[in-house]
C-alpha cells in the first residue's frame, strides 16, 4: 500500500494508487487525472512547508518521480536526512529550505512582512521572528516568487495555517477566499462549498462564494449545477438561512445570468430529479439536479463533507483553497500520501493558469 510502503520504485506505488483509486466506489478518474496530466506538462515549484514528515517525503518522491511538481522541501535539514534515510527515499537533487539556518533571508522577509502588517499590529522583531514559522517563510517565497505555490497543513490545525497566507498572499482583489471539497461518491462526483473559511457567510459573501465556486468546478473541466442549500425548499419555511441563500442566488443571478444555480433547496430535492421534476418543475435544477452544494454556513459544510466521507466511504479531494492571489492549498489534518499529491497537482495546475483566466 502507498501509505506504508517505501516510495522508492515508482510504477508500482504509482500503479497501486491507480487501482486503489479505482476500486473505491468508481472515482471520477478521469477528473483527476486530466488535472495530473496537466500539471505533468509543465511542472512548477511547490513548497512543502511541512517537509520533516514522512508522508510528505513520500509525496515529494512520488510527484519527482511522476514529473508532477518540483518540491522545496521547508523544514529541519537533519531530521528531513534521518527521515530520507530511514524509508530510502530518493528524493536528491530537490531543494531543502532549513528556516532556522536562513539568517538573512528571515531578516528579509520579515522586514517585507512588517512592511505589510505595520499597521496591524506587527513589530519589526515580530515579524522577524514569525519568519521562524514555516507557514509564514513558505507563503514569503510564494509571495516574491520563490515557489510557485504552497502546500502546507498535514500536522497544523486549519486556521494557524490558512491565516500566514491570508495575511501575507491575501485574496484576489475584491474577493473572499473560501474552501471546497469534491466528493466522488457512488451517486457521481459532487463539490461542496464554502467548507472550510467562512464561518458565517453573510450574503455578499454567500455570492462570492458562489462565483468562486462556479470557477472552481470549470477549473475540473465539470459545468456546474448550483444548489444553494438551506432547511427549506423555494421559501417553504421562513427563516435567517432561506432568506440569505435566496437573496444570494438572486443577485448571483443578475451578476451571472448564465449559471444554473437554484434555491433555497433541501439536499435530498436537489439531487433526486423525479422530485425536483415532479414538485419543483420550474427550478433550473429539474432536469439534471445539482452537482455543486453551496451551505449556509460553515458548521453545514463541513459536517455534511466529513459524514459523508465517513459514513458514505466517498473519495474526497480538497479542501481546496479558492480566491487566493497566488496558489496556496491547505490539507486537511492527517491527510493520506494519495491525498497530499492529488493537492500538489492541483497546486501546480493552479500556478499554471491563474484562477482568474476562467470566466463563469
Ligand atoms: N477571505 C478573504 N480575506 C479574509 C478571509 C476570507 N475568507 N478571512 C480573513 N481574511 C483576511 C482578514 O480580513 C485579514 O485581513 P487584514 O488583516 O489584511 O485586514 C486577514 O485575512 C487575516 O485574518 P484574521 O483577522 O486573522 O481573520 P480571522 O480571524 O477571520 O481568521 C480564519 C481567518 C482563520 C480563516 C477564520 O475565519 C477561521 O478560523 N475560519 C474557520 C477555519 C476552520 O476552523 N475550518 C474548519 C476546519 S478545516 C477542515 O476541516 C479541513
Known amino acids: 500500500a502507498i501509505e506504508s510502503g517505501v516510495a522508492k520504485t515508482k510504477i508500482t506505488d504509482w500503479a497501486a494508487y491507480e487501482v486503489e483509486l479505482q476500486k473505491r466506489i468508481g472515482v471520477d478518474h478521469k477528473l483527476m487525472n486530466r488535472i495530473l496530466s496537466k500539471a505533468k506538462k509543465d511542472p512548477k515549484r511547490v513548497v512543502f512547508a511541512e517537509a520533516d514528515n514522512v508522508k510528505i517525503l513520500k509525496a515529494a518522491q512520488m510527484v519527482i518521480d511522476e514529473g508532477i511538481a518540483k518540491p522545496i522541501l521547508l523544514g529541519n535539514k537533519t531530521k528531513i536526512d534521518e527521515l ?9 537533487g530537490c531543494e531543502i529550505i532549513d528556516t532556522f539556518q536562513q539568517d538573512k533571508k ?26 521562524r514559522d514555516r507557514n509564514y517563510f513558505g507563503s514569503m517565497m510564494v509571495e516574491v516568487g520563490e515557489a510557485d505555490a504552497m502546500i502546507s497543513g498535514l500536522t497544523k490545525d486549519y486556521p494557524k495555517t490558512v491565516r500566514p497566507a491570508l495575511e501575507i498572499i491575501g485574496p484576489e482583489p475584491g ?29 455578499d ?31 417553504s419555511s421562513k427563516g435567517d438561512i432561506p432568506y440569505k441563500v435566496s437573496k444570494a442566488r438572486e443577485i448571483a443571478k443578475e451578476r451571472w ?20 421534476t415532479e414538485t419543483y418543475p420550474f427550478s433550473e435544477l429539474a432536469e439534471k439536479g445539482a452537482n455543486t452544494f453551496i451551505f449556509p454556513n ?18 474526497a479531494i480538497g ?4 480566491g487566493m492571489n497566488k496558489p496556496v492549498h491547505i490539507l486537511q489534518l492527517g491527510s493520506s500520501i494519495r491525498e497530499i499529491v492529488n493537492m500538489v497537482a492541483i497546486a501546480v495546475v493552479d500556478a499554471q493558469i491563474q484562477n482568474n483566466q476562467i470566466s463563469i
Request: neutral net charge.
Open 84 to 92: 530520507i534515510n530511514e524509508h530510502q527515499l530518493d528524493i536528491e
Open 106 to 131: 528571515r531578516e528579509e522577509f520579515g522586514k517585507m512582512f512588517y512592511e505589510k502588517r505595520k499597521r496591524k499590529g506587527v513589530t519589526e522583531y515580530e515579524a522577524v521572528k514569525l519568519m
Open 175 to 203: 474577493k473572499r477566499v473560501a474552501g471546497m471539497y469534491i466528493l466522488f461518491t457512488s451517486k457521481g462526483t459532487f463539490f461542496f462549498s464554502d467548507t472550510t473559511v467562512n464561518t458565517n457567510p453573510t450574503v
Open 205 to 235: 459573501q454567500l455570492v462570492d462564494i458562489i462565483g468562486l465556486t462556479a470557477r472552481g468546478a470549470k477549473f475540473f473541466g465539470i459545468d456546474p449545477r448550483m444548489a444553494m442549500l438551506s432547511y427549506s425548499n423555494f421559501g
Open 257 to 276: 445570468p448564465n449559471l444554473v444555480i437554484d434555491g433555497d433547496i433541501q439536499a435530498n430535492i436537489a439531487v433526486n430529479k423525479e422530485l425536483l
Open 298 to 315: 460553515l458548521e453545514s459544510g463541513n459536517i455534511a463533507y466529513k459524514l459523508l466521507m465517513e459514513l458514505g466511504n466517498a473519495e
Open 319 to 322: 479542501p481546496i483553497l479558492m
